[in-house]
């Protein structure tokens, strides 16, 4: 069974979502939210594996609302603005409902859930650590106006700038105030590796590995950046990546 929130000032379009929704047994909606703080609320306490959310509420912005969440359940958003709202946010969400709801794109929203589901299914469980961020986890980065909702498989590399973080993913690169050390501490080392001091890299998106000098390496990333492995993190590197 998926749990599904509905967070939505209008109570008639939460009304009639529900309905809609009743034509999928396997979805329960478990609760509702007319704003962006009650949905905080009931995101925290009832854990639910989706919801379905308004950008535009008096208050804050479903926008604004993803952004204070620490880690995001499956978001199909829903809408009454189409070129306004989508051109302004690059958001990589499940998907993008117009209002009033139409039940042909709802399934299609619904299926798109259903393969996602499967994937994570799929990915090997990850420790018991519930703060550790496994990479089927979506995470929400913020950047001046332009936001993002990015999967952190699609992460490919994280750079340290002073205070802040540089995060590459496609051809994007926002900053994010978060120092690397404390990236670290959340991401799966199975999967994230810290090349040097200024670098922690996607291990599963290098696409060449070269020798480098002073016993070192140097990796090439699918975006086409080359990172240094500083020579202490060769050792580690290499007993990682050996049978």
């Known amino acids: 069974m998926i749990k599904a929130i509905l967070i939505d000032d209008e109570r008639?379009?939460?009304?009639?979502?529900?309905k809609l929704l009743s034509d999928f047994p396997e979805i329960e909606v478990v609760g509702e939210a007319a704003n962006a703080s009650e949905g905080i609320d009931a995101i925290e306490n009832l854990q639910p594996d989706l919801v379905f959310l308004d950008i535009q509420m008096p208050g804050k912005t479903g926008f604004e609302m993803l952004s204070e969440l620490e880690k995001a359940p499956h978001v199909i958003f829903t809408t009454a603005y189409d070129?306004?709202?989508l051109k302004a946010f690059e958001v990589n969400a499940l998907d993008y409902l117009l209002k009033p709801v139409?039940?042909?794109?709802?399934?299609?929203?619904?299926?798109?859930?259903?393969?996602?589901?499967?994937k994570e299914a799929m990915a090997p469980a990850i420790g018991i650590n519930r703060s550790l961020l496994n990479e089927n986890d979506q995470v929400f980065v913020?950047?001046?106006?332009?936001?993002?909702?990015?999967?952190?498989?699609?992460?490919?590399?994280?750079?340290?700038?002073?205070?802040?973080?540089k995060v590459f993913f496609g051809p994007n690169k926002p900053l994010i105030l978060k120092s690397l050390n404390a990236l670290e501490e959340r991401l799966d080392?199975?999967?994230?590796?810290?090349?040097?001091?200024?670098?922690?890299?996607?291990?599963?998106l290098i696409e060449k590995i070269e020798p480098y000098f002073n016993g070192g390496l140097l990796l090439e990333l699918k975006g086409g950046e080359k990172i240094e492995v500083s020579r202490r993190q060769t050792v580690k590197f290499k007993e990682m990546m050996s049978l």
């Not at 008639?12 to 529900?18: F, P, Q, Y």
């Open 102 to 118: 139409e039940p042909k794109r709802l399934a299609d929203a619904i299926h798109k859930l259903h393969i996602a589901e499967e």
């Open 12 to 18: 008639l379009a939460r009304t009639e979502l529900k």
């Open 189 to 204: 080392e199975k999967v994230f590796f810290r090349a040097n001091r200024k670098h922690i890299v996607n291990l599963r």
């Open 142 to 165: 913020k950047d001046g106006e332009r936001c993002w909702f990015v999967k952190l498989s699609d992460i490919r590399l994280f750079e340290s700038v002073g205070n802040y973080a």
């Open 83 to 85: 070129e306004y709202a």
